[in-house]
């Protein structure tokens, strides 16, 4: 009977076990699987692994004969690594049922309640009372502010309108005033905001 080299590579799912040999005849070749063997032959040449380090599932290994090896795929019961192909490493699924365990962090953080952030927010932004432009004429941002003026200048003699074009032409912007006796003096001044500097552009 004469032996035969073989190696193996594994993940936790799977472990691939390479028999040299070189030229095997598919015809000639019998491979079995079992929960915790696997045997191989071919003529005089025999491989017989057992007992394996943990169970396989038979149904779902295969294999495959190529010109220099045969290559066996065994799908593990249990993810893990073996360390080996063989030994007398108990037999996880054998000794006890695997059951999920969880941390104690994981489990607490599954027993709290997770906030509803969306909900919240909404809560809050409906029960803030909404201010007026009346309460608060910087509310609505400058479209509040145009309003405002709009409003002062449909309401004004046509002294006042005079008054507030020519103040806010002539001072560019920086003076509004409905005071048409102050205006029709001479040319509005130009009053920048402090901090600022007027230029005047060609």
């Not at 071919?42 to 169970?55: A, D, H, V």
């Not at 027993?111 to 432009?133: D, G």
């Not at 920048?192 to 230029?199: M, V």
Request: charged share 30%.
């Amino acid at each position: 009977m004469a032996s035969l080299r073989h190696e193996f590579y594994e993940t936790d799912e799977k472990l691939t076990i390479s028999i040299f040999d070189r030229g095997a005849d598919p015809a000639q070749v019998f491979i079995t699987f079992e929960p915790r063997k696997i045997s191989y032959a071919n003529g005089e040449k025999i491989l017989s692994l057992e007992p394996l380090k943990g169970q396989i599932d038979p149904e779902r290994c295969d294999f495959t004969i190529g010109k220099v090896k045969v290559e066996l795929r065994l799908v593990k019961m249990a993810q893990g690594r073996w360390g080996g192909i063989t030994g007398d490493a108990p037999d996880p699924l054998q000794t006890a049922p695997i059951v999920p365990t969880t941390s104690p962090a994981v489990a607490e953080a599954r027993a709290k309640p997770k906030k509803n952030w969306e909900e919240l927010t909404t809560k809050i932004l409906t029960s803030e009372k909404e201010v007026t432009a009346d309460e608060d004429p910087n509310v609505g941002g400058d479209s509040t502010v145009n309003s405002f003026f709009q409003k002062i200048f449909g309401d004004a003699d046509d002294d006042a309108k005079r008054a507030m074009m020519k103040s806010f032409q002539e001072s560019g912007g920086t003076t509004l005033s409905t005071n048409w006796d102050e205006v029709s003096k001479g040319p509005v001044e130009v009053k920048p905001p402090a901090g600022s500097e007027w230029k005047k552009w060609d």
